[in-house]
């Protein structure tokens, strides 16, 4: 099939027109054309169905197009007498319903032409209606959307992300919207009235956008639900598979995420000494530690921590003394850190002759005297590496449920 229109140019304007910010030095812009944007939008409506219907992208993304479609044919009624407003929602559905006898693939198995293309498109839509969810639910709107805690605490998260991802072209979408929603805030106010507050009377040349500014509103805060259910339930899943989160730390601030680097403190093997010198009380600490991708059962490996304190109960960052093997085998390292599983066969000889009422205190002693001589090597190298790092340098962040 061929789509109609612009076919791949994709030249949608995504911003609706009353949005459009104007330099007062400028000429006056021409005039929308309405049928050159109804060939735009029917054009995104037949796309939009193509990927829904071939499953080319996250359904998260086609509900963005589909939300951004919706926008933008308000947009477009706005603009033609009411007589002919019907012929959009017209041209529309018969451009959704062209693509039903569509086939997804060539007739040899492979991609159509325009599947990339499409895809491409599609999936550029997500990040502009998080814009529209990020600038019109903020109070320069008036906070018109009625989200639970849960749901804002979600969808903070995923703007955050979605600006960091996109950086400055975060705002080619963002500032327009900041345009529309200080011109219609009033309408927005009447529609949906927040907190108690009396609303400003609504100019009598905005009133011909009432309708897309309800459109907006209802569009807009609906696709933040929907984003925001997934993430939490994405979140709920990611916790049940991890189990108990506090278990585990991280290296840096916001790095407890699925597959993310992490070792399992709550289960580390640990062994400390307090000394006392000219310089007062410290506590040295051994740590042996295994490593995960968070949401992974199995370990990817392990680590040997050493860290000195004044107090036990000080937070102070690590060294690594070992990490994956090198010049120490992973038996040492858990040596090291008090865990001892077998003896040298002198020591097991010797053991053996004792009585049996002594064995196991005389086992206990030589597993302690092993693990001391191995503890005490690595604290000599962690105090030669803390001397180099400045007192260490790698501090670790216990992961929560958050």
Request: glycine content about 6%; aromatic content about 6%; proline content about 5%.
């Amino acid at each position: 099939m061929k789509f109609t229109g612009a076919a791949m140019c994709l030249a949608l304007l995504v911003t609706p027109a009353l949005a459009q910010a104007t330099d007062p030095r400028a000429p006056a812009p021409a005039a929308p054309n309405p049928n050159a944007i109804l060939a735009e939008v029917s054009n995104v409506a037949q796309i939009t169905a193509a990927a829904k219907k071939c499953n080319w992208t996250d359904p998260m993304n086609v509900l963005a197009s589909e939300s951004m479609l919706a926008m933008k044919a308000a947009d477009l009624k706005a603009m033609v007498p009411p007589e002919v407003r019907g012929q959009v929602d017209t041209a529309l559905a018969q451009a959704t319903a062209s693509v039903a006898e569509m086939a997804c693939k060539q007739p040899d198995g492979k991609d159509l032409p325009q599947q990339h293309q499409i895809t491409m498109f599609v999936m550029d839509q997500y990040w502009r209606m998080i814009a529209h969810v990020d600038v019109l639910g903020s109070l320069r709107w008036g906070e018109v959307f009625h989200y639970t805690p849960a749901e804002r605490t979600a969808l903070d998260k995923e703007i955050a992300h979605i600006k960091e991802f996109k950086g400055y072209g975060y705002y080619e979408v963002a500032n327009p919207l900041e345009t529309l929603a200080d011109k219609t805030q009033t309408l927005a106010c009447r529609e949906r009235p927040s907190n108690g507050k009396p609303c400003r009377p609504v100019p009598a040349e905005l009133e011909n956008n009432a309708a897309t500014v309800k459109i907006m509103i209802e569009t807009t805060e609906a696709f933040g639900k929907a984003v925001a259910a997934e993430k939490i339930k994405e979140q709920q899943d990611f916790l049940a598979a991890v189990g108990d989160i506090t278990q585990f730390s991280a290296f840096k601030d916001d790095a407890c995420k699925a597959d993310a680097l992490v070792i399992k403190t709550g289960e580390a093997r640990v062994r400390s000494e307090d000394t006392e010198d000219t310089f007062g009380k410290m506590t040295h600490q051994v740590m042996f530690v295994e490593k995960f991708r968070l949401g992974k059962p199995q370990p990817i490996g392990w680590v040997l921590l050493f860290r000195s304190m004044m107090y036990a109960s000080d937070n102070e960052p690590y060294v690594v003394i070992a990490e994956n093997g090198g010049e120490w085998d992973e038996e040492s390292a858990r040596i090291g850190a008090g865990e001892v599983k077998d003896l040298y066969e002198e020591q097991k000889t010797r053991i053996a002759s004792l009585p049996p009422g002594e064995q196991q205190k005389a086992s206990e002693a030589a597993q302690d005297a092993i693990s001391e001589t191995y503890f005490d090597n690595f604290v000599s190298m962690g105090l030669m590496e803390s001397i180099k790092t400045g007192g260490g340098n790698l501090r670790l962040i216990q992961c929560t449920a958050d």
